[in-house]
């Protein structure tokens, strides 16, 4: 073989290994944000709206790296036992819901 088939071997080899990355999938991050995490966001602002939370004035959340960080700080702190495909499913849903972060 020559080297530039060689080479194109390894290219299309890693190609077809490469993972492929699923879209979010909004409506598990709405049933996983109702079950895990809107209760004790409710209990956190005192007024049992846990979507208070996301829209306070003095958030921590300024950014879509920021939000990412805290879903998955919520999920190790709280052991939410969540997938990191939850995670994102989760942080695509509150970004569409309540934050409107460009991607």
Do not use: W
Request: positive net charge; charged residues 25%.
């Amino acid at each position: 073989m020559t080297f530039l088939r060689i080479l194109s071997a390894i290219l299309l080899s890693a190609l077809i290994s490469a993972p492929v990355i699923a879209a979010p999938d909004l409506a598990n991050g709405k049933i996983i944000d109702q079950q895990k995490c809107y209760a004790c966001h409710a209990k956190k602002t005192g007024f049992g709206n846990g979507d208070m939370i996301y829209t306070r004035s003095d958030g921590k959340v300024k950014s879509r790296a920021d939000l990412k960080k805290m879903v998955g700080l919520c999920n190790t702190e709280l052991r939410l036992d969540l997938f990191p495909e939850d995670e994102a499913d989760v942080t695509a849903f509150l970004n569409q819901q309540f934050y409107k972060f460009k991607p």
